[in-house]
Nanobody, 128 residues
Framework: QLQLVESGGGLVQPGGSLRLSCAAS????????IGWFRQAPGKEREGVSC????????MYADSVKGRFTISRDIAKGTVYLQMNSLKPEDTAVYYC??????WGQGALPMQERKYDYWGQGTRVTVSS
């Protein structure tokens, strides 16, 4: 079974940057659409960004547009979320998820129900 592993979280000051990584244990993510989601304390999980298996299509939540960039290294089978200009409200546990259904098929790209496999999450804390 596909197991996703997130890394790169940590404590950062407002205005700082972090890069999250998502990889699969024993598998390559090259054939999956990948989404990043986050859950802040006391809030529901929300979609942050997603990328198609080819890398040709991406989507961002309005709250992170212009600050976050999703990308993938197909050769390495890894997906990244570069987070710049971080704000305290970005504090959350960030999860990556993999989908076996194609982009635009079934659920919308940033809907949780599109995704079949989920990582355990990595914590991001933005605080001075």
């Amino acid at each position: 079974q596909l197991q996703l592993v997130e890394s790169g979280g940590g404590l950062v000051q407002p205005g700082g940057s972090l890069r999250l990584s998502c990889a699969a244990s024993g598998f390559t993510l090259a054939y999956y659409d990948i989404g990043w989601f986050r859950q802040a304390p006391g809030k529901e999980r929300e979609g942050v960004s997603c990328i198609s298996s080819s890398g040709g299509m991406t989507m961002y939540a309005d709250s992170v547009k212009g600050r976050f960039t999703i990308s993938r290294d197909i050769a390495k089978g890894t997906v990244y979320l570069q987070m710049n200009s971080l704000k305290p409200e970005d504090t959350a546990v960030y999860y990556c998820a993999a989908s076996t259904t194609g982009w635009g098929q079934g659920a919308l790209p940033m809907q949780e129900r599109k995704y079949d496999y989920w990582g355990q999450g990595t914590r991001v804390t933005v605080s001075s």
